[in-house]
Every structure is written in C-alpha cells, then in structure tokens.
T-cell receptor, first 116, second 111 residues
C-alpha cells in the first residue's frame, strides 16, 4: 500500500526557535499534501492543503506566516513552525494524495512537537 | 458548518464482544463518509467508506451503513479481537478532498 513517512517523529525545542517537519510519500507521487493538527483527545484539524509547485491554501484561522508549508516536489512537503511558542505544542499529521482514482489520502504517523 | 460527532471514549471490551461506535454528522449536500483507524505508533488508515445513502462499507469484519434519514454512520463488528485495539475516527468528505473528522474513539480489547 501507499506509505507516507514523517520526520522527526517527535521534537522538543525552545520557545522562539523554528522547527521543520518533513512529510514524504515513499512509493507514489503526491500531487496534493495536507497538514493537520491534533490536540489531545480532540479531532484532527486541517491546517492547509498544498499542491506540488504552488502555494499552500490555508484554512481560516491558521497563520500562514507562522506555519510555512513548502511542497517543492511530488514526494516531499515540509511544515516549518516559525518562532515557536508553547501553545504551538501539538501533534502534527500530514497526508498525501496522488490525485487519481478516488483521491484517497494516505496518512503519515505524525510528529509530536513540544515547545518549552 | 460541516461536522462529525462520535461517541466519547474510551471504550473497553472483552475479546469476542460486539462493538458499536456511534457516529453522526451534519453536512450540506451529500457527503461521502469514512471510518479511519489509527493503530499505536502508526498513521491513520482508511478502514471503510460509503459514498451514498444506504451504502454499506465493510472491511476486516467491520461494517457501517450510510443512513441519510438519521445522518449516521455507526461502526459495528460482531466479534472483536485484541488486535482491534486502536483509535477510530469517523469522517466526512466535503467538496473535492477536504476531510472533516470526529474526535476519535479509543478502543481497548482485553483478552
């Protein structure tokens, strides 16, 4: 089946620093990638949708200057949390779609970010 | 707006018990409905789906029927196993690709 990886699986950083999270589709080309945020015991919240080679589309309420998304190739998207603060601590999950067939999304295992 | 409500967990059952996880939704138009499962340390996986009213999705012994009249998509399994322990998410699809998730239900099956 289609596999999506994320790196790192967990990261701890100091307040004010920036953190980059990678999302890779390992065995298919992902024309569209999605970034979600999940708070403890809560649902996944879509942050943004990115198509390869174009700017990401952010959901309402998501700061695009704080959460920088780059989808430079058909197998890689990155999420950079800039000037991170403790309230940015969360579980970040990416998914990828090949854009063919039923457009099924394949999910990565997630990255836990803790900002001290 | 569009939303999904799942029964609150955690749910703990004994092996071979009958499972029901309730899911109801609110949506404009006619959404597609999904159940995803997340095993410990892994990403979400599509468990089953239904794209129109009265459709029944099934996989690995799990079933869910798209009930338009009650706006529900309850997940059922007749006899659960320890390996079914996971977090289950109900979701609907609005528009081209946007998924809206419920809050997830943690299921634990004891031997």
């Amino acid at each position: 089946g289609a596999v999506v990886s994320q790196h790192p699986s967990w990261v701890i950083c100091k307040s004010g620093t920036s953190v980059k999270i990678e999302c890779r589709s390992l065995d298919f080309q992902a024309t569209t990638m999605f970034w979600y945020r999940q708070f403890p015991k809560q649902s996944l919240m879509l942050m943004a949708t990115s198509n390869e080679g174009s700017k990401a589309t952010y959901e309402q309420g998501v700061e695009k200057d704080k959460f920088l998304i780059n989808h430079a190739s058909l197998t890689l998207s990155t999420l950079t949390v800039t000037s991170a603060h403790p309230e940015d601590s969360s579980f970040y999950i990416c998914s990828a779609s090949s854009g063919t067939g039923i457009n099924e999304q394949f999910f990565g295992p997630g990255t836990r970010l803790t900002v001290l | 707006g569009d939303s999904v409500t799942q029964m609150e967990g955690p749910v703990t059952l004994s092996e071979e018990a009958f499972l029901t996880i309730n899911c109801t939704y609110t949506a404009t138009g006619y959404p597609s409905l999904f159940w995803y499962v997340q095993y410990p340390g892994e990403g979400l996986q599509l468990l089953l789906k239904a794209t129109k009213a009265d459709d029944k999705g099934s996989n690995k012994g799990f079933e869910a029927t798209y009930r338009k009249e009650t706006t529900s998509f309850h997940l059922e399994k007749g006899s659960v196993q320890v390996s079914d322990s996971a977090v289950y998410f109900c979701a609907l699809k609005v528009g081209a690709q946007k998924l809206v998730f419920g809050q997830g239900t943690r299921l634990t099956i004891n031997p």
